[in-house]
Each structure stands twice: as C-alpha cells, then as structure tokens.
C-alpha cells in the first residue's frame, strides 16, 4: 500500500516567533498512504511543523510542498481544493460548541459540496459510525460528550470530505490505555479502509509500535532521523535513547515483540 | 474531470448495471440522482448486479451511493450484488455495508402551529423557571448574608473592594459623561417647549423632579447592567464552564458565599453612589444649558431648585438604588449558573442577564411608583 511518492515534502523549514527558533533547517517526507508517526520532546516544536504544513504558522524560510505544490506559491482557489485534501484532528478535538456531533461532521460538507438534505445526513452518520459511534451521538453537544467520543467525532469530521492526507496532533492524549489502544486501531483500520497518508503527532509509545509504518523524531529544531522502529531502536543519540530505552519505552517495545511472536498463531 | 455514469443492460427480470467514472464527493449530487433514477426505472428488477470494475475512482460519497443503490434494490426482495470492485475498495465496499442499518427516526414533520404554541409554552414556562431560579438565589443570598453577620470575619473584604472598583469606580467617568448628557437634553428640550406659553422656569422643577427620582437611577441601572452585569454573567458562566465552581464545591467552599456575595454587596454599594453621582452630574448639565441656552443665571436656576423639590424627592430615587443593584446582581448570577458547555450558550446567557436585568428594573421602578404614591413621597 505504502508508495515511494511523498505526499508532504518539508525542506529546511524555518519556524521562529520573535527572537525564539523553534524549527531550525528542518526536513521531512510523508510518503503516501503510510502513517508517520511524530515525536519529541516537550516543545520541541512538533505542533508547531504540523502547523506550518497546515499553513496555519507562517515560516521564515524553506519550503512546503504539499501534493507536490507550494502552498505558498498558489492561488487562493487552488489552495482551497488542496485544503479539502486535508484534514486535521486538533489535540482537543476543537468541536464547534454551538453544533452537535451530526452537525460538526455536516459542517465541512455543507461548505464546500452541494448534497442533498438526505445524502447529507446519510453520509454523516456513516462517517460517524465508522469512527465507531452510534446513531445515539447524533444531536448530543460536544459538551455532552466524553473525550474519548469528543476525540472520535473530531476524527469524523476531519474525515468528511474524504481527504488524502490525515494530520493527528497526540490523538491518544487524555484517553485511557484500553482507550487509546482502540483508537490505534480505528485509526489503522481507517487508513487501510480510506488509503489515507496519516501523520501523527504523538507521545504514546504504544501507538508508535503498533500502529506507525515510520517515525521522525524532532530534536533541537531539527529532524535527527527518520526510520522504522527499529531503526529508531538502534540509534546512537541520547534523547532518542532516553525516550525508548527508558522505562515505559522499553515496555512498550517488549509488548510489541510479544505481538509479533504471537502472530503466526493468529493467522 | 470525466464523466459519471451508470449504464444498465436489462434481460428480462436481469439488470446488470455497470458504473464508471470517479464517484467521488465532488459528483455526489450528480451521482445522487442517477443513482435514484436508476433504482426508480428498474423498479421491477429481480436480479441485479453492479458491476464497478470500470471505476476510476471511489471514497466514501461514492461508496455509499452505491451501497444505497443495492438496498433500494434489496429492501424490495429482490436480489442485488455489488461485484468487480478493486482489492483497494473492498474494504470501503465492507465497512459501508455495515452503516445506516438502523431505521431512520424521523417523526412526521411538525404543524407550524403547534411549533408555535410549543415555542410560546416554552416561553412561557422559561419565564416561570427563571424566577424560581431567583427566588432560590435571593434565598441562598439571604442565608449566606446572614450566616456572614453571625461570623464577620467571613466576609471577603478583599474581594469585595476589588469588585467596587471595577463596578463602582472605574465606572464612574461614563456615567457621570451619559448622565450629564442626558440632564442637558431633558433642559433644552424643555426650555424649547415650555418657552411657547413663557413657561421657562418650570423647566427647573420638571428636570429635577424627573432627574431625582426616575431618570437618575435609571440611566445607572441601564449603565451597570449592561457593563457589569453582563460582566458577572460572562465570568461566573466561564468558571462554571472550566469546571471552576465544581473545584469550589469539592473544597467545601460555598460558591455563592465566594463568588456571589461579594459580587452583589459591592454592587449594592456602588449602584447608589453612582446614583448620587449620576443625578448631580445630569442636574449640572441642565443648569449649564438653562444658563448658556435658556439665559437662567446660576443663582436663579438654584433658587427654583430650591423651590421645585424637597429632600423626599432625592429620598425617592435613592432609596430605589440598592433594591435595584440587588435585582441586577441577582440576575447576573443566576445567569451565569445557567451556562451550560458551549460558547454559545455563555453569548446567550449575557445577553438574557442584560436584557432581563433591563426590563426588570423598569418593572421594580413600576413596583415602587405604586409603592411612594401609597406612603405619600
């Protein structure tokens, strides 16, 4: 499934605000329809390359390529239809608080395409039950919600208009280890089910191993490597040590293995 | 961008249907209707086969169209099948299978008349519930008061000299500005119309009757419910929003005790200051215009002052202010425990304290006008 081709190209970004350079020369590919998984330490500047990607912080130098075209170098309306190729799961969902869950997923849909009343409200709760909620959540208000089903609805609606690429900023954060594993999952079933390219922003070490094809890992402004696990693994570089030889890392990387071994029995 | 169709072969009882072209959100209202036009014309169809080999491409819009497609079919007894998808589709084909299964739960759409007198009903009982809330709060208020002058020392001095300064103090050059404005309008005004049949002096006791015991108070009233009133609203509505109040209670702190109390006693203090304020402020401004305007010196303007009113009269509208400081204080508050979770309801909230506020210190002006006509004020 996974292509040679880079969905997202980042060339020696530079990101700063005021006299703080928090992306220093940074460089990335996402490959279409893997999921890579983004980490680093605490602001260490992860959101903030999402942001740039998004568009949603301007950059000082370098460049973006998003489906092999500079966003800064193209039109309004061209910008536009590249936007609907993106969607973005905010870190705390950022449902609108005035809509219900049924709504926020109608809501990009209603932008930028001309359904039908009917259509509208079949695609939405389709959207809403792939993301494995039922029809009960339909007219509930965000502040009705749990985090997980906040997180799950915010998924939904990042996944309206039916983008290629998926942007998801700690989507595990908040979320109990059962829920959070579940989440992995759904969102590995959906970049099968949607031939999504996902980029994750993230912090669990579970969701690193089991559900990430790469990992990048953000130091000191810059993206110090890129790999599978186990490249990640072998790495010499003592943050990158830390972070998956320390306790909870090595953890997570002996619950991985236990999985792979146990595999051929599955199958 | 090629074009979508569904072209269908029939062979008596057989339909197959072949779909081409990419069936994708941007065609999905062209492809809505092919779809329900295909499923309406071979509505006598028994077996139906739709064929997607030649697709160029599907996401979920398409897919569900054709999902659709195959249960109109279905839910009729006939039988459809959904064949040559691609290895990539047939996971979007298998989880769309699986959606919209349970029965749509529209009820029948309802009569605008009935909406109407649902909508009037509701009012009807708001209004109900929201004194209620009231009385409740005054009540609370009330018992939380007392409690206070039993034990003095829980009372939140800090708290309340930081409230008067934001409601009293920092409010003081607006008001005194609007009033004094007002004053001076009320004086040309009246200097032009009484000037008709040589009733100029009268003009005096007309603005300082009406400044002292009606307009004065109001003009402060309107001011502080729309400055600080809606202000209380929006903080405590935030606070109970972030889950503050609850951190409150959990600590065994009484939020009225904390939040409210305060809140209405430097209100209670600061709306008849302001009232002081604002009526010598409007008083001053029609001196001014009676002098520069109307031609009456100072000391003459003074003088009929003197005459036109007597201490019952600044009583009146003083005596109204602090009833009214309280009203506006008390419905902030209610108000804002009323916020629910999003931030339209908070938008909401302020808007009905402000409002409600308005309309129900006019309605207490009423009340009291009724009350000094009875004692003789």
């Known amino acids: 499934m996974r292509s040679n081709t880079a969905v997202i190209s980042v060339r020696d970004l530079v990101v700063g605000f005021g006299d703080v350079t928090v992306l220093d020369h940074a460089t990335l590919d996402v490959f279409e329809g893997e999921i890579l998984g983004f980490v680093g330490g605490s602001g260490a500047g992860k959101s903030v390359l999402m942001r740039a990607i998004i568009g949603l912080v301007p950059m000082r130098k370098g460049t973006i390529e998003v489906f092999g075209t500079d966003l800064r170098a193209v039109g309004e309306s061209e910008l536009r239809s590249i936007e609907q190729r993106l969607g973005v799961l905010f870190q705390q969902g950022a449902l609108f608080s005035s809509l219900t869950a049924l709504q926020n997923v109608q809501f990009p849909m209603r932008e930028y395409l001309d359904l039908s009343p009917r259509l509208l409200e079949e695609i939405a709760l389709a959207k809403l039950e792939m993301v494995g909620l039922g029809a009960d959540v339909r007219g509930k208000f965000p502040a009705e919600l749990s985090g997980g089903m906040v997180k799950r609805v915010a998924l939904a609606r990042a996944l309206a208009l039916d983008p290629d690429i998926v942007f998801l900023d700690e989507p595990t954060s908040g979320l109990d280890p059962i829920g959070a594993a579940e989440f992995d999952e759904l969102i590995r079933t959906l970049q099968r089910t949607l031939g999504l390219s996902v980029f994750m922003v993230t912090h669990d070490l579970d969701s690193l191993h089991t559900v990430c094809d790469r990992i990048a890992v953000l130091s000191e402004g810059r993206v110090i490597a890129a790999g599978t696990i186990e490249t990640m693994l072998a790495f010499e570089h003592p943050w990158l040590k830390s972070y998956f030889h320390g306790n909870r890392g090595r953890q997570a990387n002996h619950q991985a293995q236990n999985q792979a071994q146990q595999q051929p029995i599955h199958h | ?377």
């Open chain 2, 1 to 377: 961008m090629s074009a979508v169709s569904l072209t269908a072969t029939a062979d008596g009882e057989r339909v197959a249907l072949a779909a081409t072209g990419a069936w994708t959100a941007e065609r999905a209202a062209e492809l809505e209707k092919i779809v329900d036009e295909t499923a309406q014309l071979y509505e006598t169809a028994r077996n139906v086969d739709i064929d997607l080999a030649k697709l160029e491409r599907l996401d979920t819009f398409g897919a569900w169209l054709i999902e659709r497609l195959k249960r109109a079919f279905t839910t009729r007894g006939s039988i459809a099948r959904i064949v040559g998808f691609s290895d990539a589709d047939r996971a979007l084909m298998e989880e769309l299978r699986l959606v919209n299964q349970s029965p749509r739960q529209d009820g029948p759409a309802a009569n605008g008349g009935v909406v109407a007198l649902d909508s009037i009903g509701r009012a009807v009982a708001e209004i109900d519930r929201s004194l209620v809330l009231l009385a409740h709060l005054l009540g609370a208020l009330t018992t939380v008061a007392l409690r206070t002058l039993a034990h003095p020392g829980r009372l939140r001095l800090t708290s309340i000299m930081h409230h008067l300064e934001r409601v009293g103090w920092r409010a003081v050059p607006i008001i005194l500005l609007s009033t004094f404005v007002i004053g001076a309008i009320l004086a040309q005004q009246g200097i032009f119309r009484f000037r008709s049949f040589g009733a100029d002096m009268y003009v005096v006791d007309m603005v300082s009757v009406l400044v002292l015991r009606e307009i004065g108070v109001l003009i402060v009233c309107v001011m502080v419910a729309g400055r600080s009133g809606s202000a209380y609203t929006a903080e405590i509505g935030a606070m109970k929003m972030r889950e503050e109040i609850d951190a409150l209670r959990t600590m065994g702190l009484d939020p009225i005790e904390v939040l409210v109390l305060p809140r209405i006693v430097a209100l209670v203090i600061a709306v008849p200051l302001l009232t002081f304020l604002g009526s010598m402020a409007a008083l001053y401004g029609a001196g001014l215009v009676c002098w520069l305007y109307g031609g009456m010196a100072p000391d003459i303007f003074l003088e009929r002052l003197r005459e036109a009113i007597w201490l019952p009269t600044f009583e009146v509208g003083m005596i109204k202010a602090p009833f009214m400081a309280l009203m506006i204080g008390l419905v902030a508050c209610v108000e804002g425990f009323e916020v629910e979770g999003s931030a339209a309801s908070l938008g909401l909230k302020t808007t009905a304290s402000v409002v409600k506020s308005i309309f129900l210190v006019i309605a207490l002006d009423g009340v009291f006008a009724i009350f000094f006509a009875g004692v003789g004020m």
